[in-house]
């Protein structure tokens, strides 16, 4: 008997030595993969998947229209926040001149968010063609935006890196809704032949 458990044993060992390390690492999905692809293309790659990585739920599957619709709520949940923040800014200065920067900068991320919601609505009933106009306002609110703080250097509530915080999610909706466009160029090409 003892004969038999040693060599149940020695056989045990032998397969675990034999497995590829590579199976103990858990393997990339596919959805894990494809986002990674997408931050590759925006200008700044580990950015992109420091905002996207914690999200990975939210990506069920990783159609070009799904993920593009996950990275616009992304965009519009960051665009509110800092929307939220110039308010609360502009309510708590005493610094006219602060405050008149808030208050600018506050309703072009109103806009921005206005801007988002409607390439939403566009990806929702499937007219794309809109799409990238609107992320070029959105674009065209956070320079506004940035110009404000750029006049001078005193930012104490670092709006600045807000700013360049929502210009990463901004690229990664430009991304991925240039990617959809492609992709929907390339189904109606194919339809018509």
Not at 1 to 27: C, E
């Amino acid at each position: 008997m003892a004969y038999s458990s040693h060599k149940i044993l020695s056989i045990a060992l032998l397969m675990l030595i034999s497995v590829p390390s590579s199976l103990g690492r858990p393997q990339k999905s596919e959805t894990e993969t494809d986002l990674r692809d997408l931050c590759s293309n925006t200008r700044k790659p580990k950015q992109c998947w420091k905002i996207i990585k914690p999200q990975l739920s939210s990506f069920d599957v990783t159609d070009s229209r799904s993920v593009a619709g996950a990275v616009i709520d992304l965009a519009v949940a960051k665009a509110q926040e800092i929307h939220d923040k110039l308010n609360q800014l502009f309510q708590d200065s005493r610094d006219d001149k602060l405050k008149e920067k808030y208050i600018s900068c506050s309703k072009n991320y109103n806009d921005a968010n206005r801007n988002l919601d409607l390439a939403k609505r566009n990806l929702d009933s499937n007219d794309y063609q809109n799409i990238p106009v609107q992320v070029d306002d959105t674009l065209e609110e956070l320079k506004s935006c940035r110009h404000e703080f750029d006049k001078d250097s005193f930012d104490p509530a670092h709006i600045k890196n807000r700013n360049k915080e929502f210009g990463v999610y901004v690229d990664i909706v430009k991304v991925a809704t240039d990617r959809l466009l492609r992709e929907d160029d390339r189904l109606q090409e194919n339809a018509r032949h």
